[in-house]
């Protein structure tokens, strides 16, 4: 098979594209590094079965010769991504779907779109099943990556029902692990770098808000199954185990054997109080189900960071550059702590 993987230099999209090259597919990766990072595919580079474009999707989806299967990744992911380019968000999620599906469709190719669970926003059903149509505020600052979700999963399904698109749509439930960037404000690789260096673990709110934490190897495996299939989803992608934030620096501070302190800050606007995956759906129609708990997920994630001194230090300066000024930091760099104004 021939994919595009547009995102295929982010975390997720190099992993997926790791997927299918060790499967034996030719890869066609679209990205313009604006939250990935070039380093994350600097394996596959020279590889004749892969190939990289590099540009921005929501002005032209550029791939020559064949496409039999289309993975749109592309997308700011981070909050603290995706509250510093909220047009750019916007775009992505409606432009960058359409030059996309269009792609897709004029090959006759299987599209997979890389939804979230952000579509439930703050949930009143717990767990989220794909049946629950969700609690988003439209006008909140999470909303532009929300909406934008929302947005391509409507195109996608109309794509579908009036181009015949082989269309698919995953829901992706929080993913961690191995080349998550160490500053990208996410709370994963915010606590393993911060207990990997001794600063206080910044924990937004109470710490009693939950998450379900799927490991990168569970999730890709789960989207390369959606690529093979014909099902139009939406599937949930994740594992539905839940922890609390206090949980989660719980178990970063005793994997990692840190003694660093536990620091509290203003929760953001519109953080969902909740989350947890039903995924029925996903193994009854793919036969997927997670297999990495999170003690090991996490391991693998805290010796990855700890072989990367310098990125960490370079992140953590980055951060506390961030923090200094309060609100802008340079391209790439964010302070942890997202602003909790709307
Ligand atoms: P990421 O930021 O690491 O990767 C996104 C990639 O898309 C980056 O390489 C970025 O440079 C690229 N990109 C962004 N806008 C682009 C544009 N206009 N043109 C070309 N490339 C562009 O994030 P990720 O965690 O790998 O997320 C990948 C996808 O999965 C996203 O669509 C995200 O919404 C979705 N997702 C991820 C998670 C998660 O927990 N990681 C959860 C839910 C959904
Ligand atoms: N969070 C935190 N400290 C951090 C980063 C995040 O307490 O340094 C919290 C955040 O407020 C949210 C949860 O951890 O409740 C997950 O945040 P993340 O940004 O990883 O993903 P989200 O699910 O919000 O998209």
């Given at each position: 098979?021939r994919?595009?993987v ?5 975390f997720?999209g190099s992993?997926l594209c790791e997927a ?5 597919d030719?890869?066609?990766c ?11 595919i600097?394996?596959?580079i020279g590889?004749?079965?892969f190939?990289?474009?590099r540009?921005?999707v929501s002005q032209?989806?550029d791939?020559r010769?064949?496409?039999d299967a289309?993975a749109?990744?592309a997308s700011p992911a981070?909050p603290p991504?995706?509250l510093?380019?909220?047009?750019e968000?916007?775009a ?7 030059n996309?599906?269009?792609l897709?469709t004029?090959?006759g190719?299987?599209?997979v779109?890389?939804?979230t ?5 703050d949930?009143e059903?717990?767990?989220q099943?794909?049946?629950y149509?969700?609690n988003?505020?439209?006008v909140?600052p999470?909303?532009?990556?929300d909406?934008?979700?929302?947005f391509?999963?409507?195109l996608?399904q ?6 015949a698109t ?8 929080n993913?961690?692990g ?6 990208d ?10 207990a ?14 939950t998450?379900?934490f799927?490991?990168v190897?569970d999730?890709?495996r789960?989207?390369v199954?959606m690529?093979?299939?014909d099902e139009?989803g ?7 185990v839940?922890?609390t934030?206090?949980e989660?620096a719980?178990?970063?501070?005793d994997?990692t ?8 800050h203003p929760l ?5 109080a909740?989350?947890r995956?039903v995924?029925a ?8 189900v997670?297999?990495?708990?999170i003690e090991e997920?996490l391991r693998?994630?805290i010796?990855w ?10 992140a953590l ?6 923090q ?12 942890i702590?997202?602003p909790?104004?709307s």
């Amino acid at each position: 098979m021939r994919v595009a993987v547009t995102g295929g230099g982010g975390f997720l999209g190099s992993h997926l594209c790791e997927a299918l090259l060790r499967r034996g597919d030719e890869v066609v990766c679209l990205d313009d590094f604006s939250t990935g990072d070039p380093s994350n595919i600097a394996a596959f580079i020279g590889n004749p079965a892969f190939e990289l474009v590099r540009g921005d999707v929501s002005q032209s989806v550029d791939v020559r010769g064949a496409v039999d299967a289309v993975a749109h990744l592309a997308s700011p992911a981070s909050p603290p991504d995706y509250l510093r380019r909220p047009l750019e968000t916007l775009a992505v999620g409606s432009r960058g779907t359409e030059n996309a599906l269009r792609l897709a469709t004029q090959h006759g190719a299987r599209f997979v779109l890389a939804s979230t669970s952000e579509v439930y926003g703050d949930p009143e059903v717990h767990p989220q099943d794909e049946t629950y149509f969700g609690n988003v505020n439209p006008v909140g600052p999470r909303s532009v990556y929300d909406e934008a979700k929302r947005f391509a999963e409507a195109l996608t399904q109309a794509y579908r029902r009036n181009r015949a698109t082989n269309t698919g749509i995953v829901r992706i439930f929080n993913t961690y692990g191995p080349r998550m960037r160490p500053h990208d404000g996410r709370v994963v690789s915010s606590f393993v770098v911060q207990a990997l260096t001794g600063e206080p673990l910044t924990i937004y709110g109470d710490g009693k808000q939950t998450r379900s934490f799927c490991y990168v190897d569970d999730l890709v495996r789960g989207i390369v199954r959606m690529l093979n299939h014909d099902e139009p989803g939406p599937v949930n992608l994740g594992n539905p185990v839940e922890l609390t934030v206090l949980e989660l620096a719980g178990l970063v501070l005793d994997l990692t054997g840190s003694r660093a302190e536990i620091q509290f800050h203003p929760l953001p606007v519109d953080d969902p109080a909740r989350r947890r995956p039903v995924i029925a759906r996903a193994s009854e129609r793919l036969g997927w189900v997670p297999e990495v708990g999170i003690e090991e997920g996490l391991r693998r994630t805290i010796e990855w960071f700890a072989e990367r001194p310098g990125d960490i230090t370079a992140a953590l300066a980055a951060i506390r550059g961030g923090q200094q000024d309060g609100a802008t930091a340079p391209e790439g760099r964010l302070p942890i702590t997202t602003p909790a104004t709307s």
